[in-house]
């Protein structure tokens, strides 16, 4: 008989637990109907034959997604109750897809251009608002889910997730599938107006929420104590270098990911119908793999979700590279070794930083590891570019090498927080 003391879990973890699955859940599905690599390029494609309007929505996204963070962290920093303010970011996002629905509707065959202006302002918005969301988010979820409990969160939440993901996928193909019953812009004005009604049922899940008190101990009395405070943090704490360096290295292997279809196709020869068997494919090795990265997250700690999520980089990008013309049906691997290290990344690296980090610095640590991530964010195009020099095989093994090294650097630097006391992001 186990003489192991009972966990202590904090007051609502049950609720809370349930009510941030509905949330992530249908956050999740909302996102996959209004995809920045599907349905909105699809839809700009409509309104205006201009590729750079595509090429905006991406850029907004990125710059969105992580300016707006550390001043977000000074925001929070001040607040007793920090749900409302994502209470609010999420409503914004739900109203904006019911009136782009409409307007689209309305607007999409007479006035494409009041439309594409609409469409680029609210995505603009929203995007800038979701970045300072996940601080927020990050910082409740970590006051509400102890870290023993946090990889069967999120493991859960992506795993049920990318499950109601593939069928908004497939919602998609049958909308856009069907233009004599679905014309323009009646199809695109159904698949935004079903974002929004997911997103309404992930507002509802938040709602539900019972936010944990927040610490007392302001870290940013003064706005203009953000940065200082932010590089005072990255000097302080060797474990929150040698995650950025980790972290970094994958996502320059990642950069390359983008560029596995366009070989399958040019190079070895592939099908255009084939894609969307791989992304079926790379949704069941996200879904798939979560158990994993839940398992390895609750009993092993986070440091041994990094360090797997590099390893299974790296055996993307080796496969991708070594895969012959001939022995096309093995490229499939890839993009279950894709999806899951793309889940890893969402397990791991959201849920080390929050047990580096104390409850009053959380959101500072939180909006720094993303801060300073910005200029990998951009190797994509660096990887675009460099194709005219170098062969698709040639960069894969570049990236599958890169990948190496952050395996090692994740098994050999990168200290577990759970059971090293100095592993800390604080002051």
Request: aromatic share 12%; charged share 10%.
């Amino acid at each position: 008989m186990s003489s192991r003391p009972a966990e202590q879990l904090p007051p609502h973890y049950r609720r809370n637990f349930t009510a941030g699955l509905i949330h992530g859940v249908f956050f999740q599905a909302s996102a996959a109907l209004s995809s920045i690599h599907t349905v909105f390029p699809s839809l700009v494609a409509a309104l205006t034959p201009a590729a750079s309007a595509v090429g905006l929505m991406a850029t907004l996204q990125s710059i969105g997604q992580v300016i707006p963070q550390l001043y977000t962290a000074y925001i929070v920093d001040g607040m007793k109750r920090r749900k409302p303010l994502l209470l609010g970011i999420i409503t914004f996002r739900f109203l904006s897809f019911g009136l782009l629905a409409w307007l689209v509707y309305e607007y999409g065959l007479t006035n494409p251009t009041l439309v594409l202006v609409a469409l680029l302002t609210l995505f603009g918005a929203f995007s800038f608002l979701g970045g300072m969301g996940s601080v927020v988010y990050a910082d409740i979820f970590a006051r509400a889910i102890p870290a023993r409990r946090r990889g069967r969160f999120s493991g859960s939440k992506q795993l049920l997730g990318y499950a109601l993901a593939v069928l908004a996928g497939y919602f998609v193909k049958w909308v856009l599938g069907n233009p004599e019953r679905f014309p323009f812009p009646t199809n695109f004005a159904i698949i935004l107006g079903a974002s929004a009604v997911t997103l309404s049922i992930a507002l509802t899940g938040f709602a539900m929420i019972k936010e944990p008190p927040t610490p007392e101990r302001r870290v940013l009395p003064q706005r203009n104590a953000i940065w200082s405070t932010a590089v005072m943090l990255f000097k302080s704490s060797r474990s929150l270098q040698w995650l950025l360096v980790v972290q970094s290295l994958i996502m320059l292997t990642m950069a390359v990911a983008p560029f596995f279809v366009v070989h399958a196709k040019q190079d070895l020869g592939i099908p255009l119908g084939t894609v969307g068997i791989y992304l079926s494919l790379q949704m069941a090795g996200a879904a798939v793999s979560n158990i994993l990265w839940a398992w390895l997250s609750d009993h092993h700690g986070n440091r041994s979700v990094v360090a797997g999520t590099a390893f299974v980089t790296m055996l993307a990008a080796g496969l991708a590279w070594l895969t012959p013309a001939s022995l096309g049906w093995l490229y499939g691997g890839v993009f279950i070794l894709l999806g899951s290290a793309i889940s890893g990344s969402s397990v791991g690296f959201a849920n080390i930083i929050l047990e580096m980090a104390d409850e009053p610095t959380r959101p500072v640590c939180v909006a720094l590891r993303n801060t300073a991530l910005l200029p990998i964010a951009f190797a994509p195009l660096v990887v675009g570019f460099l194709a005219r020099w170098f062969s698709y095989p040639a960069m894969f093994a570049i990236a599958a090498g890169i990948s190496l090294l952050a395996f090692i650097l994740g098994v050999w630097k990168l200290p577990e927080p759970r059971h090293n006391p100095d592993a800390v992001c604080s002051l």
